[in-house]
């Protein structure tokens, strides 16, 4: 597909299309001629066929990214934006479509827009790549703009300045450097390939239950933790608000710029619009450290249509008798 390019002939990288979300061996069928009509470079057969599905299920978060891909390569940026704020909306715990996002308003040279986008990304799964980069060269574009306006507005600014800048073309206009690609098929470059969750492994209970954490032969310490986790689960899964919500320390603090308020509307607001939500851990490892235990674990999401494996680190604290969460974050 064609590259998102900044003036420094150095594209930002887009989200693969189908790289969003894990499907079933049905679903990948259905969404792969759409990928692949995308990857020869041909968005708007590829856009029939997603509007064609999003008829059908018009909440399907793969065809809505998809839709947006499909825009975006059609040069349909105004929709494309409108279609990957919408995703976000709905979806925030997703971190390509802010990616994409960003590399539009790039491409309309909207940088402080793109940082802003990129760094909410980066803040959902420090470890997408993708994102990192891009990320880093918004910052790269943003501090050649300010060593040109400090040049314009002293022009013997002297030539430490002159070097940075001079530094930064060279960094973007090395001759021979390869441009990131913008994926579109199931065979994603390296840098997407973070954004891809292993398929939901089967699930031998009822849906709407959290499944059993079963670490080996833990200490008793060590089982409280893990009884506090699994009662975590169990009230996501149960979309019990309250009960979720209290599973977490008084002095927890989401990541910056998210505000204790803030986060727990958005908290609120994901788990009542699900109609169903199924979370089940595995794998989990405790490390006690006095009164406190960082617990390590694979967590299958399922929300409706939207299903992720991640695997997650939680720090923990005892307050009032009760193991709380203290830090949450996601390790890939």
Same mark, same amino acid.
């Given at each position: 597909?064609?590259?998102?390019? =900044?003036?420094?002939?150095?594209?930002?990288? /887009?989200?693969?299309?189908?790289?969003?979300?894990?499907?079933?061996?049905?679903?990948?069928?259905? +969404?792969?001629?759409?990928?692949?009509?995308? #990857?020869?470079?041909?968005?708007?057969?590829?856009?029939? /066929?997603?509007?064609?599905?999003?008829?059908?299920?018009?909440?399907?978060?793969?065809?809505?990214?998809?839709?947006? $891909?499909?825009?975006?390569?059609?040069?349909?940026?105004?929709?494309?934006?409108?279609?990957? *704020?919408?995703?976000?909306?709905? +979806?925030?715990?997703?971190?390509? !479509?802010? *990616?994409?996002?960003? %590399?539009?308003?790039?491409?309309?040279?909207?940088?402080?827009?793109?940082?802003?986008?990129?760094?909410?990304?980066?803040?959902? *799964?420090?470890?997408?790549?993708?994102?990192?980069?891009?990320?880093?060269?918004? +910052?790269?574009?943003?501090?050649?703009?300010?060593?040109?306006?400090?040049?314009?507005?002293?022009?013997?600014?002297?030539?430490?300045? #002159?070097?940075?800048?001079?530094?930064?073309?060279?960094? =973007?206009?090395?001759?021979?450097?390869?441009?990131?690609?913008?994926?579109?098929? !199931?065979?994603?470059?390296?840098?997407?390939?973070? @954004?891809?969750?292993?398929?939901?492994?089967?699930?031998?209970?009822?849906?709407?239950?959290?499944?059993?954490?079963?670490?080996?032969?833990?200490?008793?310490?060590?089982?409280?933790?893990?009884?506090?986790?699994?009662?975590?689960?169990?009230?996501?899964?149960?979309?019990?608000?309250?009960?979720?919500?209290?599973?977490? @320390?008084?002095?927890?603090? !989401?990541?910056? !710029?998210?505000?204790?308020?803030?986060?727990?509307?958005?908290?609120?607001?994901?788990?009542?619009?699900?109609?169903?939500?199924?979370?089940? /851990?595995?794998?989990?490892?405790?490390?006690?450290?006095?009164?406190?235990? %960082?617990?390590?674990?694979?967590?299958? +999401?399922?929300?409706?249509?939207?299903?992720?494996?991640?695997?997650?680190?939680? @720090? /923990? $604290?005892?307050?009032?008798?009760?193991?709380?969460?203290?830090?949450?974050?996601?390790?890939?």
């Amino acid at each position: 597909m064609p590259f998102t390019r =900044f003036s420094f002939h150095r594209c930002l990288r /887009l989200a693969a299309a189908a790289a969003l979300l894990t499907a079933s061996a049905a679903q990948a069928a259905d +969404y792969g001629d759409i990928t692949s009509l995308l #990857k020869a470079g041909q968005p708007a057969q590829a856009q029939v /066929l997603v509007e064609q599905r999003l008829a059908a299920t018009p909440k399907d978060p793969q065809l809505i990214f998809l839709r947006g $891909v499909a825009q975006s390569e059609s040069k349909q940026t105004k929709a494309a934006i409108e279609t990957f *704020n919408e995703l976000i909306r709905d +979806y925030p715990e997703l971190p390509e !479509p802010y *990616n994409n996002l960003a %590399v539009l308003y790039a491409q309309d040279n909207q940088l402080d827009k793109a940082r802003v986008a990129l760094e909410m990304a980066v803040r959902s *799964n420090p470890r997408y790549a993708t994102a990192q980069e891009n990320l880093g060269d918004i +910052y790269a574009r943003l501090a050649a703009q300010a060593y040109n306006q400090a040049l314009q507005l002293n022009a013997s600014a002297g030539d430490g300045t #002159k070097r940075k800048l001079a530094l930064i073309r060279e960094l =973007f206009d090395t001759p021979g450097a390869a441009p990131a690609k913008s994926g579109a098929a !199931p065979a994603t470059p390296a840098a997407a390939a973070s @954004a891809v969750p292993a398929p939901a492994a089967a699930r031998s209970t009822e849906p709407g239950s959290a499944a059993a954490v079963q670490p080996a032969a833990p200490a008793p310490d060590a089982q409280a933790v893990a009884r506090a986790i699994e009662a975590w689960a169990q009230a996501w899964s149960e979309r019990d608000v309250p009960r979720f919500l209290d599973s977490y @320390a008084s002095d927890f603090a !989401p990541e910056s !710029p998210l505000s204790r308020q803030t986060w727990e509307e958005r908290k609120r607001a994901q788990i009542r619009n699900k109609s169903h939500i199924d979370v089940r /851990l595995s794998d989990l490892q405790i490390d006690l450290q006095g009164q406190q235990a %960082v617990a390590q674990f694979h967590q299958s +999401y399922q929300g409706d249509a939207l299903q992720l494996q991640t695997r997650k680190e939680l @720090a /923990l $604290v005892q307050q009032a008798g009760t193991w709380k969460i203290a830090r949450e974050s996601i390790l890939r």
